[in-house]
């Protein structure tokens, strides 16, 4: 499953549980191509989820920010964050 329609907001429950699945039952994997511009203020506010999150910036710089850690991506760069962790992109 693949998007290649950005998202422009991560809805959340009062929990930051992000509310949107990614893939599905029978085949939990999703990848997307995200412009951190159409964000507001071009970030992606304090989420969690219950997948594996992956992200690899292919241009420009992003602090990846995971519950305490700060982790400072610029172009090829990789992180991930374990499922239920808050983590925030700015």
Sequence with gaps: M???QPF?????????METAQ??????????YYE??????VNCVEWHCHMELEFVYLA????TFRI???????????GS???PN???RFN
């Design 22 to 31: 990614h893939g599905s039952r029978n085949y939990p994997f999703a990848f």
């Design 67 to 77: 519950v305490e850690k700060n982790v400072v991506l610029t172009p090829v760069d």
């Design 8 to 16: 422009s907001k991560i809805v959340t429950d009062e929990n930051l």
């Design 80 to 82: 991930y964050t374990n």
């Design 59 to 62: 241009s420009g710089t992003m």
């Design 2 to 4: 693949a998007s290649d």
């Design 85 to 87: 962790n808050q983590h």
């Design 35 to 40: 412009a951190f511009s159409l964000f507001d």
